[in-house]
């Protein structure tokens, strides 16, 4: 980087406005904002997902000092984000390290608001054997249940395929999956407008 742009970073960081928020005023914003960037249980007509997807995150794990990042899709219960997870790499990383990195962003475009979310949180993993129930309540919040019924429903009758009990086959289809539950201890919050500048305000967990 040249002296220039140094200069030009340094100069930025400066007109950073910092903690401009109590921490209850940040704490309903960052609310409001992780359910609006949340998927969301969907009653749309017509074939396909019924899901009303909002903004995927970033899911960055961890396993013997590699990083990986993840796109996925998040729903949201209050500051807690839930995620289900396919069998892959994130879901062994974090059966080895339950420290997370989460990444909620708008698309970046200067000429309007944009927000994001920096969230370091710590992940655990909800599977289907052995914690059925609340597996299954879980993602019939979520609208994971209902979106699967629903593109399974339409998969068979596409095929012309005979099912005797349809509910065991979308038990199978889903059991494949982990629930991640990510829950933030620290979350950095930064808005970035093009005539008003750039605030960050970073929420931490209270301590009990």
Known sequence: MSEKENTT??????HIQKNTMSQEELERELLAFIDEASSHPGTIEGPGCPLKHGLACVLCTVHNNEPRATPIDF??????????GEPGLKIRNIRSNQKVAVGIYHAMDHSVLNRSLQIKATATLLPYDGH???????????????????IMGEMFEAQAMKVENFE?????????????????????????????????NIWKKAVT
């Open 168 to 200: 065991e086959e979308i038990i199978k289809g889903v059991r494949r999956f982990n629930l991640i539950k990510i829950e933030p201890y620290e979350i950095t919050y930064l808005r970035i407008h093009p005539q008003e500048g750039t605030v960050k």
């Open 132 to 150: 059925e129930q609340e597996f299954l309540e879980r993602i019939k919040t979520m609208g994971v249940y209902d979106a699967a019924s629903k």
């Open 75 to 84: 729903f949201a219960d209050g500051m807690t984000l839930w995620c289900a």
């Open 9 to 14: 970073q340094a100069a930025l960081a400066d």
